[in-house]
Structures are given as C-alpha cells and as structure tokens.
C-alpha cells in the first residue's frame, strides 16, 4: 500500500483573499461639518463618539443653535 502525502493543510494557516485589506493603518477623513456637530455636542455635554453616525437629534439641536440666520 503506498502512502500518498496528505493534501490535508490545517497546520497552515489560511490564505488571506486579495481583495481584504488591513485597515489598522487608515486614517479616517471626517467631514469639517462632522467635525464642527462633535466639538459642539461636546462642549455642550453631549458624548459622542469619534468615528459613526452622528445622531439625528444631535444635528437637529446643533443645525437649531449654530444655523446663519436666512
């Protein structure tokens, strides 16, 4: 009986796809207008967080108070 080397490769590990990246080294890029509704929410006691979706009733309050007059 011959003995045929295992095709088995589960002490390796497995093989990264090309299309995933690491993303441990970008840097996020916010929008000034994001930027300016977080320090705002800030100062005014609100916590937000430093990347995501800002809530809708926090943009409402900061549009209400910080909005150029029409």
Not at 17 to 27: E, I, K, N, Q
Not at 38 to 66: F, K
């Given at each position: 009986?011959?003995h045929?080397?295992?095709?088995?490769?589960?002490?390796?590990?497995?093989?990264?796809?090309?299309?995933?990246?690491?993303?441990?080294?970008?840097?996020?890029?916010?929008?000034?207008?994001?930027?300016?509704i977080?320090?705002?929410?800030?100062?005014?006691?609100?916590?937000?967080?430093?990347?995501?979706?800002?809530?809708?009733?926090?943009?409402?309050?900061?549009?209400?108070?910080?909005?150029?007059?029409?």
């Open positions: 009986m011959d045929q080397p295992s095709s088995d490769t589960s002490d390796q590990p497995p093989a990264q796809s090309p299309d995933r990246t690491d993303t441990s080294a970008v840097t996020i890029h916010q929008d000034p207008a994001s930027q300016a977080r320090r705002w929410a800030r100062a005014n006691g609100y916590l937000v967080n430093d990347r995501g979706r800002i809530p809708a009733s926090i943009r409402q309050e900061y549009e209400q108070e910080c909005a150029p007059p029409r």
